[in-house]
Protein backbone atom coordinates (compact mmCIF):
# COMPACT_ATOMS: atom_id res chain seq x y z
CA UNK A 1 0.00 0.00 0.00
CA UNK A 2 1.31 3.42 -1.07
CA UNK A 3 2.42 5.65 2.21
CA UNK A 4 0.23 9.15 2.26
CA UNK A 5 1.92 12.30 2.33
CA UNK A 6 -0.43 13.84 4.96
CA UNK A 7 2.13 14.70 7.41
CA UNK A 8 4.40 16.29 5.12
CA UNK A 9 1.44 18.52 3.43
CA UNK A 10 0.20 19.61 6.63
CA UNK A 11 3.56 20.41 8.39
CA UNK A 12 4.55 22.64 5.39
CA UNK A 13 1.05 24.13 5.53
CA UNK A 14 1.24 25.26 9.20
CA UNK A 15 4.63 26.34 8.45
CA UNK A 16 4.05 28.71 5.30
CA UNK A 17 0.22 30.10 6.26
CA UNK A 18 -0.71 32.55 8.93
CA UNK A 19 -3.00 31.33 11.81
CA UNK A 20 -3.33 27.66 10.86
CA UNK A 21 -2.85 25.01 13.66
CA UNK A 22 -1.18 21.71 12.65
CA UNK A 23 -3.76 18.43 13.80
CA UNK A 24 -2.56 14.58 13.65
CA UNK A 25 -5.48 12.79 14.84
CA UNK A 26 -6.76 9.32 14.61
CA UNK A 27 -9.27 8.82 12.17
CA UNK A 28 -11.30 5.83 10.53
CA UNK A 29 -10.62 5.28 7.19
CA UNK A 30 -13.41 5.65 4.86
CA UNK A 31 -12.28 4.89 1.07
CA UNK A 32 -9.86 2.66 -0.34
CA UNK A 33 -7.57 0.10 1.38
CA UNK A 34 -7.97 2.40 4.39
CA UNK A 35 -11.79 1.72 4.81
CA UNK A 36 -12.48 0.70 8.37
CA UNK A 37 -8.95 0.64 9.77
CA UNK A 38 -8.21 3.65 12.28
CA UNK A 39 -5.15 5.38 11.43
CA UNK A 40 -2.82 8.29 12.00
CA UNK A 41 -3.88 11.19 9.55
CA UNK A 42 -2.83 14.81 9.97
CA UNK A 43 -4.06 18.22 8.81
CA UNK A 44 -4.64 22.08 9.28
CA UNK A 45 -7.64 23.89 11.02
CA UNK A 46 -8.71 27.85 11.48
CA UNK A 47 -11.19 30.17 12.42
CA UNK A 48 -12.80 31.97 9.88
CA UNK A 49 -15.22 34.86 10.49
CA UNK A 50 -18.69 34.44 9.12
CA UNK A 51 -21.50 37.24 9.86
CA UNK A 52 -24.81 35.72 10.37
CA UNK A 53 -28.27 36.80 8.85
CA UNK A 54 -29.03 38.71 12.01
CA UNK A 55 -25.67 41.12 11.43
CA UNK A 56 -23.38 39.42 14.69
CA UNK A 57 -20.63 37.67 13.50
CA UNK A 58 -19.11 33.99 14.81
CA UNK A 59 -16.36 31.88 13.84
CA UNK A 60 -16.59 28.68 12.28
CA UNK A 61 -13.59 26.46 12.22
CA UNK A 62 -12.66 25.24 9.10
CA UNK A 63 -10.37 22.20 8.01
CA UNK A 64 -7.90 22.31 5.35
CA UNK A 65 -6.81 18.70 3.78
CA UNK A 66 -4.66 18.80 0.83
CA UNK A 67 -3.50 15.18 1.92
CA UNK A 68 -2.47 12.55 -1.60
CA UNK A 69 -3.04 15.73 -3.81
CA UNK A 70 -6.99 16.50 -2.77
CA UNK A 71 -8.08 19.87 -1.94
CA UNK A 72 -10.84 19.45 1.03
CA UNK A 73 -12.03 22.73 2.96
CA UNK A 74 -14.85 21.77 5.08
CA UNK A 75 -16.06 22.90 8.34
CA UNK A 76 -14.41 20.74 10.97
CA UNK A 77 -17.65 19.52 12.47
CA UNK A 78 -18.52 17.73 9.62
CA UNK A 79 -14.89 16.69 8.96
CA UNK A 80 -14.91 15.09 12.55
CA UNK A 81 -17.82 13.02 11.77
CA UNK A 82 -17.23 11.29 8.42
CA UNK A 83 -13.70 11.12 9.76
CA UNK A 84 -14.82 9.49 13.15
CA UNK A 85 -11.70 11.37 14.46
CA UNK A 86 -10.96 9.65 17.68
CA UNK A 87 -8.19 11.37 19.16
CA UNK A 88 -5.64 14.68 18.24
CA UNK A 89 -2.64 16.39 18.98
CA UNK A 90 -2.82 20.22 18.20
CA UNK A 91 0.11 21.78 17.09
CA UNK A 92 0.80 25.91 16.85
CA UNK A 93 4.03 26.89 13.99
CA UNK A 94 6.32 26.98 17.07
CA UNK A 95 5.43 23.64 18.45
CA UNK A 96 5.04 22.27 14.99
CA UNK A 97 8.64 23.23 14.25
CA UNK A 98 10.10 22.35 17.39
CA UNK A 99 8.69 18.61 17.08
CA UNK A 100 9.91 18.41 13.82
CA UNK A 101 13.35 19.55 14.16
CA UNK A 102 13.35 17.32 17.20
CA UNK A 103 12.00 13.93 16.03
CA UNK A 104 13.54 14.96 12.68
CA UNK A 105 10.29 13.96 10.33
CA UNK A 106 6.59 15.20 9.71
CA UNK A 107 5.08 12.81 12.41
CA UNK A 108 3.18 11.97 13.92
CA UNK A 109 4.72 12.57 17.16
CA UNK A 110 2.32 11.78 20.20
CA UNK A 111 1.22 8.37 21.22
Not at 6 to 15: K, T
Request: with cysteine; aromatic share 10%.
Amino acid sequence: MKRGDCFEVAGRLVLAVDGVVLVHGRVVGASGPLTGVEHWHAWVEYDEVVPFPDGRRGALRLVVDRSNGHDVTLPAEYYYEVGQVRRTHRYERGQALAQMVRHEHWGPWDD
